[in-house]
């Protein structure tokens, strides 16, 4: 076997996930689910956070995952950086390093071929269709020397193999904790924590506030609705960012300011999903939103535009609808057949759900890299 399970105390190997914190979603809300699940089975899996600490409090770390390193960029230089995340390397002394999100894709798999990790995994979560010069020349390099790219699906995979170089790459879905499906009481008590009036046909926005994604379009779509649909029609936006007073000023040029609620990033968003009745994309871009995920987590129907995630977890017509473009009448459109149509928000929202479960679980998906850890630790060196 590669690597120096043999010497760990409880016989595992040590796999080392490098994310850039714990304290935000996607691919950290990934990693804190993945890691405790891995270590059930076996392995001694730990976190890096490369550019901040974690969000957990020191009990929770305890009862997590073992152990977190966290190691602040800021203050030195890009090489005094890469110095020391390698040094920190060398002191686990993992068998495998695991790298998520561009931090991990450059800073911590440049650092793993540094400290001579014997292997190194790298999840892609980018969706972007081209590098820049400068990436084309790292990725070209450290691709040759990572061991396996992981990713969601085999769209995303086409997307990966016409982007850049990999010598081994895998796919392996995205996955979330399947809870019990919302009762009518949970429902019912979310709609109270979101203060909605009953009547209203809650459309929920699970993003950060950033230009890509794509915001304004959700915005401008509400306010698309006929009259008669504007009257019941919320938009509930769950995340912040830069652009959330651009967004609020929006909303009343538009004369919807009434039709919108922010509610920021919110800690217990799994408690206040049950309230909604639909939840909206409007991304040009993503790979497998977890916010998706969640989303039918709460046997909640989907409507979104047409990028890679949406492909790959709507059923069209079944679970949610797949809008054909990213033009907010169109998205009105989608919006406003859902909202008049409740029984089928209900089949659909069942739909995703048990899609969710059957092919979405993290524990099955825990399976999968264990399978995967297992078998590159077990196979033959590469000359690299």
Known sequence: MRGNSQTRPNGGPRVLHVVQSLRGGGAETFVRELVPRLRVRGLDAQVLCAYGASRLSVGETQSWSGKIYCQQRSGVSKFAYLARLRRLMQQVAPDVV???THVGASWGRAAAVLAGVP???????????????LERLAFGVLNNRTDVVVTFSERAAELVRRRENVRDLRIIPNGVVVRPSPSQGDR???????????SSVIVGMIANLYAHKNPSAAIEAVASLSSQLRATVRLAMFGDGPQRSSLEQLARELGIRDCVRFFGFRADLELLLPGLDMVLTTSPREMMPMSLLEAMNAALPIVGTPHAGTLDLVVDAETGLIVRSWEPRQIAEAIAWAA??????????????VRLAKNFDIEKVADQYFALYDSLLHREPALK
């Open 340 to 353: 008049t149509n409740p029984e089928w928000r209900r089949r659909a929202g069942n739909a995703a759900y």
């Open 98 to 100: 695991h790298t998520h």
């Open 188 to 198: 019912d008590a979310a709609r109270d924590q979101l203060a909605f009036e009953q």
């Open 119 to 133: 292997v190194i995994a790298h999840t892609e979560h980018r969706s972007v269709e081209t590098l820049s010069y």
